[in-house]
């Protein structure tokens, strides 16, 4: 689809409106580094100014954050394999999102920050990386990006694409301009046939569509690093009960320290691995147990907890997994508040049950399916989700049916990465097709 004169009215004004922003894009950077100083560093790349000469990277992928980064490692993983001799460039938007690509591949990728969405700054991201083909995670719809990707002749796709119907209802406003953008694509890999008529309602041709899956459910557990995290786990806090409050975001802090102080009440010994969401939030919450009363230990400080901590905060990045894996129920967060879920499949792989409260939109699909399969309770309120998790607790039975039931649901869910290859194959590198 070539620009119409509609097309170009569309993101004039659009673009006027985002370069007339450009003041509150460097105050936001500011107030940002105030919580994250990583915020005040590579500000050239927020504007696509580089400092290195160009050189090229075939493959792209943008994921905004770390959760996106933690979807897209399986598919970053097999292209990785499959084509050694290409530099692969994955970009971000924030900065955990950097540090998470950091840790899983090092220098295996280049990495940079995404530019704001400004015309002129995306055709210079794109002149300076080259890109043959171009990979968008889940919901990143910046119409200036898919604007110049086409017009530099770039095929996007959108993969592991979801759309909730909250931001169905969101986008209806500028669905003039994305409709467009979205018909730049040359295929939306969709989570779910939900997805896709989402998409589809949104503006994308149908014959973009297809659904392939959710990559989440292709997750790579290390069973042997697991293993050992458990048993080091084990051996300094013994047989006591535990749960993990994870993902957890600032409104829902104060629900987390009542949760454990009501637990702890029938539990006197009950430990609790707190993750919140945010890494700005790791003082924050371990300040706020402190200020409850109980003994606080961090992973950056003790790496593992003592015999009598009543608290231990995660305070790194990259190893919620086998921290899941540690506890014998987790709450996922993002759930009390509203804030739409995060990934439930993530504990659910290694065989944690899962409690979560009730604003799931983001996560709508796999919260439908693993309730349905028995390895899912969801809470409509924090005095829910305490019942939940204190039931549990005092179940072994239940716990180990829920993690049948969850290790089935993702084993029997993969297949979305070889789905998704088949759809992106033919833009990949020309003599790597096969």
Sequence with gaps: MRADPTERLLRGLYSAVLYLLVPVTVYHLIWRGFRQEAYFERWGE?????????????????????????????????????????????TTITPTGSARVRALWDERVEHVYLPYDLSGAVRRFLAHFSPRIALVVETELWPNL????????????????????????????????????LRTLRRIAAQSADDARRFAALGATPASLAVTGNLKYDIAIDVQKIARAATGFRDRIGARPVWIAASTHPDEEAMVVAMHRRLRERWPDLLMLWAPRHPERFRGAAQQAVDAGWRVATRKLTHWPDADDAVFVLDTLGELQQFYACADVAFVGGSLQDIGGHNLLEPAA????????????????????????????????????????????DDLPGRAAMREAGLALVRDGRGALQRTLDVIRADLPGHLRA
């Design 46 to 90: 927020r504007y696509a100014r580089y400092a290195a000469p160009a050189r090229p990277a075939p493959i792209w992928v943008h994921a905004v954050s770390v959760g996106e980064v933690n979807a897209v490692a399986p598919l970053v993983d097999a292209l990785l394999g499959a084509f050694p001799g290409q530099r692969l460039l994955v």
């Design 146 to 181: 898919l604007f110049c990707c086409r017009d530099a002749g770039i095929p996007a796709y959108l993969v592991n694409a979801r759309l909730s119907e909250r931001s169905l209802r969101g986008y209806r406003v500028l669905r003039p301009l994305l409709s467009r953008a």
């Design 350 to 393: 290694v065989g944690t049950p899962v409690v979560t409260g009730p604003h799931l939109h983001n996560f709508a699909d796999i919260a439908r399916l693993m309730q349905a399969a028995g390895a899912l309770r969801i809470g409509a309120d924090v005095d829910a989700v305490v019942a939940g998790l204190a039931q549990l607790l």
